[in-house]
């Protein structure tokens, strides 16, 4: 079976731009996470969609925003980029959406923002 | 206070040496509670959920105190293949959402 897939691995911004970073959760999963992992952090959330409706938010600004598609996958879009905006970003999927549930992550996007 | 504390190491311990890792959580809603792996550059993966009575896998101990608001991880016969950062993860819920609150880990380095 498939994992969580992310694309692209690699992702090089200047300042300023837009960023678009993908997900396709495991076959069968409805939820999706996005999470930020900069350098010496920890993962930060950011965003939760279930069943194509944005479910929570993490304390980060507006010009983090994303959406699911029918199929579930999930697009995260970065506007207006900074050079913090730089840091791996991590997209999970869980069953169901539940405090219990395993959250499994695919292998992230690298952003670099010059 | 950090949400999800824990020490972040690294932990230097040979091969078949015992080692433990302790998370504090600052939020006493918390209701999950789990250890993620995380590889070197890698995605982080579920190590076990954490349960309120402990549980075992293997080598792999966890315990929960939720009076002191205290996580552990306890590992037996360390393996070159243990080494990794792990992470604590607390779950919250309210309002009909939840989230996930990840420590920044602490890195363990199993020697020869």
């Known amino acids: 079976e498939a994992g969580v897939t992310q694309s692209p691995t690699h992702l090089i911004k200047t300042r300023g731009q837009q960023a678009t970073l993908r997900c396709s959760p495991i076959s069968g999963h409805t939820s999706v996470y996005w999470y930020q992992q900069a350098l010496g952090l920890g993962l930060q959330f950011l965003l939760w969609?279930?069943?194509?409706?944005?479910?929570n938010r993490g304390n980060f600004p507006p010009r983090f925003s994303g959406r699911q598609f029918p199929n579930y996958s999930s697009e995260l879009n970065v506007n207006a980029l900074e050079l913090e905006d730089s840091a791996l970003y991590l997209c999970?999927?869980?069953?169901?959406?539940?405090?219990?549930?395993?959250?499994?992550f695919g292998p992230g996007t690298r952003l670099l923002v010059l | 206070r950090k949400e999800v504390e824990q020490d972040p190491g690294p932990f230097n311990v040979p091969e078949g040496a015992t080692v433990a890792f302790n998370c504090t959580y600052s939020n006493s809603a918390s209701q999950s509670f789990f250890w993620y792996r995380q590889d070197c550059r890698k995605e982080p993966k579920l190590l076990m959920s954490?349960?309120?009575s402990g549980n075992e896998d293997g080598r792999f101990t966890a315990q929960l105190n939720r009076a002191s608001q205290y996580i552990s991880l306890l590992i037996r016969d360390s393996k070159l293949s243990d080494s990794a950062t792990y992470l604590c993860?607390?779950?919250?819920?309210?309002?009909?959402?939840?989230?996930?609150?990840f420590g920044k880990g602490t890195k363990l380095s199993v020697i020869p």
């Open positions: 969609y279930d069943e194509g409706e944005e479910r």
């Open positions: 954490v349960y309120s």
């Open positions: 993860v607390v779950g919250v819920s309210g309002a009909g959402s939840y989230q996930l609150t």
């Open positions: 999970a999927s869980s069953l169901v959406g539940t405090i219990q549930e395993t959250q499994y």
